[in-house]
């Protein structure tokens, strides 16, 4: 994303008096500056349904920003366990005047609200166990209405150098405190694929490394429209 866009989001996480605490605004203006993630995301929903959009484990709620300033009007619902967050990203979407952009806060490894459109789920995977896992991209698909994207971004386990930097990082950012929970199951390409393929989603895997030096990959699963 380019710089300019990037900061015009970041704004919105600004604190509210001067000399108040400006990290997520230094992370946020980071991170869009530089991760490959949302311009991945943007082109792989760019051909699905204008159904609302379920963010799973939202953090920041970053990716309404983005939706909104590429001029998408897809309802946005974003989920996450960190009550903080949620409250720091309900703050800067009323800040940023986002419409249908709502936050809850929840354990989606415990429970997923009703919801019939397009699911995201990025970089969420890796913090919950695997049969959590399989559960949660069940859930995910079941949601899904026809034609709609599941779109996936995580690490992939597979032993490479970029598998051991990524985890290197996320123990990192959970031992610095960004992180409230740690990583503790990194999904292969197989049980990713399992629980996905057996839903009868039609889907690409495709690297999204960019200038990083982690082992992302975007997962784009398409629920069939009935023949
Ligand atoms: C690396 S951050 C990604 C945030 C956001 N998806 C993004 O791409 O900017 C992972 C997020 O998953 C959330 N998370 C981890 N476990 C969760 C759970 N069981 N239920 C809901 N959210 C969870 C964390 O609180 C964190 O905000």
Not at 39 to 50: F, K, N, Q
């Amino acid at each position: 994303m380019a710089r300019e866009q990037a900061r015009r989001i970041a704004t919105a996480f600004l604190p509210a008096q001067r000399l108040g605490n400006r990290r997520d605004y230094y992370y946020s203006r980071g991170k869009l500056g530089s991760d490959p993630l949302y311009p991945g995301v943007l082109a792989a929903l760019d051909e699905a349904p204008a159904l609302p959009l379920l963010d799973i484990g939202c953090g920041l709620g970053l990716l309404a920003h983005v939706l909104r300033q590429h001029g998408s009007a897809l309802a946005y619902h974003g989920l996450d366990i960190d009550a903080d967050k949620i409250v720091r990203a309900e703050r800067a979407s009323t800040r940023a005047g986002l419409s249908q952009a709502t936050f809850t806060c929840v354990d989606v490894s415990a429970t997923l609200p009703a919801h019939h459109g397009n699911v995201a789920l990025l970089d969420v995977l890796q913090y919950l166990p695997a049969a959590a896992q399989t559960q949660l991209l069940n859930a995910a698909a079941t949601r899904l209405a026809p034609g709609a994207r599941l779109v996936i971004r995580t690490t992939l386990a597979d032993h490479s150098g970029r598998d051991r930097t990524t985890r290197i990082t996320d123990m990192l950012a959970h031992l610095v405190g960004w992180m409230g929970t740690r990583p503790c199951h990194y999904p292969d390409a197989a049980s990713l694929r399992a629980p996905l393929d057996a839903a009868g989603l039609h889907l690409r895997m495709t690297p999204l490394y960019g200038n990083t030096p982690f082992n992302n990959w975007l997962i784009v699963g398409v629920r069939p429209t009935a023949a």
